[in-house]
Nanobody, 125 residues
């Protein structure tokens, strides 16, 4: 059983940056691909943001964040990071870290087995 804990959310002005971190425990992290999803009020927790494979050498991004966000991981520290630049008000959401034991790069929320508790990101205009 893998536990995921996110941190780094907060309030930032449009055009600013935030760095989200997700620390994993309770499992062999190198067996898991990891992803970030986000949820806005009234919608499901299924908007894909980014994913990274278990080796950290392959990534994929949602269209709305491509070119602005960067996902990375440090397997020695069991950590996945989402660097968010050029933030827009429409990026406001609760951001969730997720992990699943696969060698692929899943982009569907239903594929992910483990989830963190979420961290709020608010971007003011």
């Amino acid at each position: 059983q893998v536990q995921l804990v996110e941190s780094g959310g907060g309030l930032v002005q449009a055009g600013g940056s935030l760095r989200l971190s997700c620390v994993a425990s309770g499992g062999t992290f190198t067996l898991y691909s990891a992803g970030w999803f986000r949820q806005v009020p009234g919608k499901e927790r299924d908007e894909f943001v980014a994913a990274i494979n278990r080796g950290g050498d392959s990534t994929v991004y949602g269209d709305s964040v491509k070119g602005r966000f960067t996902i990375s991981r440090d397997n020695a520290k069991n950590t996945v990071t989402l660097q968010m630049n050029s933030l827009k008000p429409e990026d406001t959401a609760v951001y969730y870290c997720a992990a699943t034991p696969t060698a692929t790069l899943p982009v569907s929320a239903s594929t992910y087995e483990y989830w963190g508790q979420g961290t709020q990101v608010t971007v003011s205009s």
